[in-house]
């Protein structure tokens, strides 16, 4: 079993799934639209709907990252997409370089909250919230950090 992070967005997955390609330096992308399916008679969804991206994936660096629209339909019952500071992506254990080339590419259009920088406990920490309002952390040395703390 695995755990990714999956992001949501209304309407802008394909905006975002082209950032992150470019951003991450993905190796696989793959994408499927709502309309890949055909049309439910009883439900038919409107082109702009149909043209929302259903599943995606990103593969970089042996991570996997997916986005996907919730179309209208779909908000009726999960409740409205909005921008939100609880979730987190968390690079960590990368060399100093990746995570430098990473972070210049997701600070495009964002806003760094702590640059890239030497810290006590890493290497390689910085934090920053990209343009579609996703918060990312580096630290190079997360793991060898906490294996310190044996409790």
Known sequence: MKAITYLQFDGKAEEALSYYEKALPATSVKMVRFGAFGQDPNAPLTKEEQNMIMESRIEFSGNILMISDVPPFMQAVTGKVTKGNTVLISIIDADSEMNKQIFEGLSEGGTVIMPISST?????????????????????????????FVE
């Open 120 to 148: 006590p406990w890493s290497a390689s920490f910085g934090m920053l919230v990209d343009k579609f309002g996703i918060m990312w952390k580096f630290n190079s040395e997360a793991s060898k950090f906490l294996d310190a």
